[in-house]
């Protein structure tokens, strides 16, 4: 069979499901992703993982999971500074003040293109 498969997306898997705020849970799922590194990087076991994030293991099972909603971006961002994780968070202003977006990337992404860092 000579027919080419194509995917066609925008290259965020909640804006094509159609769930609201795709932005947000594409910024989240990057933050619980990086929380599932850590955690696995460091041999934590979930218990340990809650003690020094101060969620529930049952929360920290659910998390590494994907099960993300009832997280806001703050109190993941603060998850991971107790995992020892600086989170740095950059601001730019659009210059025709259009709707800006909402992006997490690895400290490694942020260099290669030259963002600037701020921390707060």
Same mark, same amino acid.
């Given at each position: 069979?000579? /027919?080419?498969? /194509?995917?066609?997306? =925008?290259?965020?898997?909640?804006?094509?499901?159609? &769930?609201?705020? !795709?932005? /947000?849970?594409? $910024? +989240?799922?990057?933050?619980? $992703? +990086? &929380?599932? #590194?850590?955690?696995?990087?460091?041999?934590? @076991?979930? $218990?340990?993982?809650?003690? &020094? @994030?101060?969620?529930?293991?049952?929360? &920290?099972?659910?998390?590494?999971?994907?099960? %993300?909603? *009832? %997280?806001? =971006?703050?109190?993941?961002?603060?998850?991971?500074?107790?995992?020892?994780? @600086?989170?740095?968070?950059?601001?730019?202003?659009? !210059? *025709?003040?259009?709707?800006? $977006?909402? @992006?997490?990337?690895? #400290?490694?992404?942020?260099?290669?293109?030259? /963002?600037?860092?701020? =921390?707060?």
């Amino acid at each position: 069979m000579d /027919e080419k498969l /194509e995917a066609f997306g =925008s290259g965020n898997v909640f804006a094509d499901l159609g &769930i609201p705020n !795709p932005e /947000e849970h594409r $910024a +989240k799922s990057r933050l619980v $992703a +990086k &929380i599932s #590194a850590v955690i696995r990087e460091r041999g934590l @076991t979930q $218990a340990e993982a809650a003690t &020094i @994030t101060g969620v529930p293991q049952p929360k &920290i099972s659910g998390l590494v999971r994907g099960q %993300f909603r *009832d %997280f806001s =971006s703050d109190r993941l961002c603060r998850m991971l500074n107790r995992l020892g994780v @600086t989170v740095s968070m950059v601001l730019v202003d659009e !210059p *025709d003040w259009s709707p800006g $977006a909402t @992006t997490v990337s690895e #400290a490694e992404e942020a260099h290669a293109r030259s /963002e600037p860092a701020m =921390s707060i």
